[in-house]
């Protein structure tokens, strides 16, 4: 099975939006179904690795399918304002890269 690229995983989503979801949700509409799945993520965390414990209905929920919503969410966003998010990714490392050369390795909290 081949591993799916980030321009892949951006054609299947919208591919999915177009024959299934009907049309995207504005920017806006997306930008709080990000919040709110980021914050379904942050749930978990709270939970599984931090001092919180789990209610009954939060046992069912799976980590993985909640960064998944986190993605797609993401992709949605990109294709409907046109980032390629492969040559984003691409930059912003280049960026942290440049500037945070040495920042980390000589930060002693580290």
């Known amino acids: ?13 919208d591919e999915w939006i177009k024959s299934i979801g009907v049309r995207y949700f504005n920017e806006l509409t997306n930008m709080a179904m990000l919040t709110e799945e980021v914050g379904e993520v942050a749930r978990i965390i709270a939970r599984k690795y931090g001092e919180q414990s789990f209610k009954e209905t939060d046992k069912d929920k799976e980590l993985a399918d ?9 992709i949605c966003l990109a294709n409907q304002t046109g980032v390629d998010l492969t040559k984003a990714l691409e930059a912003n490392l280049e960026k942290k890269t440049g500037r945070d050369s040495n920042r980390h390795k000589e930060n002693r909290k580290l």
């Open 1 to 13: 099975m081949n591993e799916l690229t980030i321009k892949e995983a951006q054609e299947k989503v």
């Open 66 to 74: 909640e960064l998944a919503d986190v993605l797609f969410v993401v």
